[in-house]
């Protein structure tokens, strides 16, 4: 066997590798979405009250009989529970998420209109959340036992700091006493100084505190060493050979810290009266607007599921002992 | 009728608190007190008016589906009523122009007024007005409020273009009051015909402004009607409105609303908390506008149904272990005059009775003696029969604001002191529905509009504790009392203005000799605005501003 088509039988092996393991994600995945439409499905059900009251005006509407009817069988409310269980997994199965109830048009609508958004939002405080994280760990490590202490503390008090309670303060003070920034949130820049903020420090907390243990890690570790021996500065060795270590759990965070800015978006687009997939959600749940809320959780939970694989990849690619996928 | 309270605070009662203290720490101390009515200065024509509301953003704009207090609110802007209330409260003929009784109290006829068009330029005549109440009856349209209003009308007639006739099943001298609430407001019968969706998106009528567009979950635009027609000189001025745009904004939270005025990014701001009204009247350029809604005062209701509130003795044991009034002077401000009546103090026939609701615990301990409840168990709580004197709350987080929550938290201590345990239960407001439905409470305070002493029909007869489809019933201290039940039948009948004030009079005293409520204060109805807008103040007959009148300084 010649030495070329044993590479080609082992790029096909890592190819078909590759394959299954892309297969295995997307069959979790579809497991994910089927679970929460189920999850949801039932759990709504089982708050009291009646479904076709959320559709004429909430509950304790005093809607006659006749529009109650009406509405159930204008939504297949009347219908039995599994008939309109299984119709409801074949809609969403084929893309077709329903109409919601309380704002009347189809939810594919109004995620479209509110994605971009939360989106907005969400990667920008991502993006700025990453940026205090490494700039913490590097000023940290680097300027050793004080820097320390001191971003340690800073990023235990910025995790542990609730949205609400930062939205507020930082409303209080830049909009209300210096009156620099809106306290409403628009997508201008000025308007999403605050909301990016509050919804990036605590995630900083929590990614710097985890970035700057496995950069001190890195800095005590062999390779350090020896890169110090081939005569690497000391932050040339921070900077090209520590920081790829610190990113790694960073990106394995990511998931994780999607879920953080989402339920953190909750709040945030609530109190800065933000338009965004967050606030819906609330008013769906608060109103029992169940296909809304379906299609908000299906949402998040496939980008969950879409993160969780763009980080494997990137965790592969960043870290050459992980075998490439 | 039963509304949707703001959604507000539940995130932040703790962070409105602070943002309040650290409002008033942030005052320049050149602020004066405002509230000064004159509003001197020539009008100027133009501008645009930001309105924030904390309510939940309408499902739909036209009132007539559904029926809340949030869609009355931005629809007072665009749609007219056919009776409204002017500045003394009397009520007078709007759109319509006046209207009789036969002597059997069975056909209402209305007399419309001519001249008078939709801003889609539909005539309103008889005829429009007949579609109306046809939209409002049928039930695919699912009014839930306006329906209730027009229940009596058997069958209707537009004899010619300005006349209505209506057949009444029974006598109801309360339609006319009915017929001046926005949830039977008058709309354009060629609107009506496009679907439910296209009518909710951009709703016609005659009013002052019109809907220009409505981006959902973000803002609903309003702009001047050109070719406004003043139904009846009440206002200030004649011609049209001086404001050229209303963009109606909603946010949630009370905290960010009110930091939003101070920024001068919105002028008027509804359900302002008591903090909020508390700390602007230290702030000069912010100005405050009181305007309790009419129907119930917001009272707590004691279930009659079952004990241990099925004794009298125990309700006004209860009623005296309380202390209402420290509670509501110390967590409202003084922006909520205490309530001694089971009507709005805006209610012409409301009948108020301050000498039984004063808190005597000596009183209370007596009562509850004599009721066989003299026992106290380890916890200190009375007992008979084994049985502990404990009462179940429910309360709904989206119906009683913060400072509410606080009140009934104090009145579990107070009666605690009493012997007396309640058991506060803070749940959503399908929960809550879901609790009165089953009959799983002893205290409960739920907010009722209505235009007119009629709303003690709704809350006291034994009809309202028939469950309607939906489970919901209005009456509920369960109050069954025949001879009640004929008082509130004649009031609601008679052509008689004396007869009807003397009549109600017994039914609220019948109701608050009974301890069957506890009035708390009206049901409150405050907003904040920028001393910028001028000539603010106006208000239809459920309270909601309008802003005909109002302009905006330079």
């Known amino acids: ?325 | 009728m039963t509304l949707a309270h703001p959604l507000a605070n539940r995130l932040v009662p703790a962070a409105t608190v602070l943002a309040a203290a650290l409002v008033l720490a942030s005052c320049s101390p050149a602020a004066t007190s405002s509230d000064t009515s004159t509003d001197a200065g020539t009008p100027v024509t133009g501008g645009t008016l930001v309105y924030a509301s904390g309510d939940a953003e309408p499902t739909c704009l036209d009132p007539h589906v559904g029926g809340n207090y949030p869609q009355a609110l931005v629809a007072s802007q665009y749609l007219e009523t056919l009776y409204t209330k002017d500045a003394d409260g009397k009520l007078i003929p709007w759109l319509a122009e006046d209207s009789t009784v036969s002597d059997d109290g069975l056909t209402r006829t209305v007399k419309i007024r001519d001249g008078i068009k939709f801003t889609d330029g539909t005539a309103l005549d008889a005829a429009a007005v007949k579609t109306n109440f046809e939209h409002l009856l049928n039930p695919e349209t699912a009014s839930s409020t306006g329906y209730l209003a027009l229940g009596k009308i058997d069958s209707m007639d537009a004899v010619d273009a300005t006349t209505l006739e209506l057949k009444l099943k029974t006598p109801d001298n309360s339609l006319l009051e009915s017929f001046s609430m926005p949830w039977v407001a008058i709309e354009s019968p060629t609107a009506l015909k496009r679907t439910q969706a296209e009518n909710c998106a951009s709703p016609v009528g005659t009013g002052p402004f019109k809907v220009e567009s409505w981006k959902k979950q973000d803002s609903v635009n309003l702009v001047r009607n050109a070719d406004y027609v003043l139904p009846v000189s009440t206002a200030a001025h004649a011609g049209t409105a001086y404001l050229d745009a209303i963009t109606w904004r909603f946010i949630p939270e009370a905290a960010t609303r009110y930091a939003a005025l101070q920024a001068g990014e919105v002028q008027v701001i509804d359900n302002a908390q008591p903090d909020a009204i508390a700390a602007a009247g230290k702030v000069s350029t912010i100005k405050h506008l009181d305007a309790p809604r009419p129907g119930a005062s917001n009272r707590i209701e004691l279930n009659s149904s079952k004990a241990p509130f099925n004794d009298a003795k125990v309700r006004e044991a209860f009623i005296h272990a309380v202390n209402v009034k420290a509670s509501i002077d110390s967590l409202f401000f003084g922006t909520a005059p205490q309530s001694f009546s089971a009507l709005s103090s805006v209610e012409p026939l409301a009948y108020s009775e301050e000498s039984l609701f004063g808190y005597d615990a000596a009183k209370a301990g007596k009562l509850l003696d004599a009721a066989g409840w003299s026992n106290r168990d380890s916890e200190g709580y009375r007992v008979k029969d084994g049985t502990r004197l404990s009462l179940t709350f429910p309360v709904s987080t989206s119906q009683s604001i913060p400072a509410e929550q606080s009140l009934f938290e104090q009145m579990q201590a107070t009666a605690k002191e009493s012997g007396i345990e309640i058991k506060i239960n803070l749940l959503d407001l399908s929960s809550w529905y879901g609790d009165l439905a089953k009959n799983d409470y002893d205290l409960v305070s739920a907010p009722y509009t209505k235009v007119g002493p009629s709303v003690l029909s709704v809350l006291f007869s034994s009809a309202s504790t028939i469950p309607a489809p939906s489970g919901y019933f209005a009456n509920h201290s369960q109050v069954k009392d025949p001879a009640l039940d004929a008082l509130l039948e004649t009031a609601g009948s008679t052509k008689d203005e004396a007869e009807r004030k003397d009549l109600y009079t017994q039914v609220q005293k019948k109701v608050l000799e009974g301890y069957y409520v506890l009035p708390l204060y009206d049901q409150q109805n405050h907003f904040l605005y920028s001393d910028k807008l001028k000539n603010v103040g106006a208000t239809t007959a459920v309270a909601t501003p309008t802003f005909f009148d109002t302009w905006l300084a330079n």
């Open chain 1, 1 to 325: 066997m010649s030495a070329s088509a044993a590479a080609t039988n082992r790029s096909h092996g890592s190819f078909g590798a590759s394959v299954r393991w892309l297969l295995r994600k997307l069959g979790g995945g579809i497991f994910v979405l089927w679970a929460v439409a189920t999850a949801i499905f039932f759990g709504i059900r089982m708050i009291p009250g009646d479904p076709a009251e959320a559709i004429l005006g909430g509950p304790g509407s005093q809607a006659s009989p006749e529009a109650l009817a009406a509405a159930r069988a204008q939504y297949g409310l009347d219908l039995p529970l599994h008939v309109q269980y299984f119709g409801q997994l074949w809609r969403l199965a084929t893309g077709n998420m329903g109409t919601s109830y309380s704002l009347k048009i189809p939810v594919t609508d109004v995620l479209r209109e509110l994605v971009p958004s939360t989106l907005i939002l969400a990667v920008l405080a991502l993006l700025l959340a990453w940026a205090m994280a490494l700039v913490l760990a590097v000023l940290s490590t680097r300027s050793g036992g004080l820097g320390t202490a001191l971003a340690s503390g800073l990023e235990i008090v910025s995790a542990a700091v609730p949205h609400f309670w930062l939205a507020s303060v930082l409303i209080m003070v830049f909009s209300t006493a210096l009156g620099w920034l809106p306290p409403v949130s628009t997508n201008t820049p000025a308007g999403l100084v605050l909301p990016v903020i509050t919804l990036a420090l605590p995630l900083a907390g929590f990614l710097g505190q985890v970035m700057r243990d496995t950069m001190e890690e890195a800095q005590r570790s062999a390779f350090a060493l020896s890169a110090r021996a081939r005569g690497e500065s000391e932050t040339g060795v921070l900077l090209r050979h520590s920081l790829r270590h610190a990113a790694l759990p960073g990106i394995a965070l990511s998931g994780w810290a999607l879920g953080s800015l989402l339920s953190g978006a909750v709040v945030v687009e609530s109190i800065f009266a933000r338009p965004g997939l967050g606030r819906s959600l609330l008013s769906a749940v608060t109103t029992r607007d169940i296909p809304l809320v379906t299609g908000v959780a299906l949402l998040s939970a496939a980008s969950y599921v879409v993160i969780m694989a763009l980080s494997d990849i990137a965790e592969r690619l960043v870290d050459p002992r992980i075998s490439a996928p």
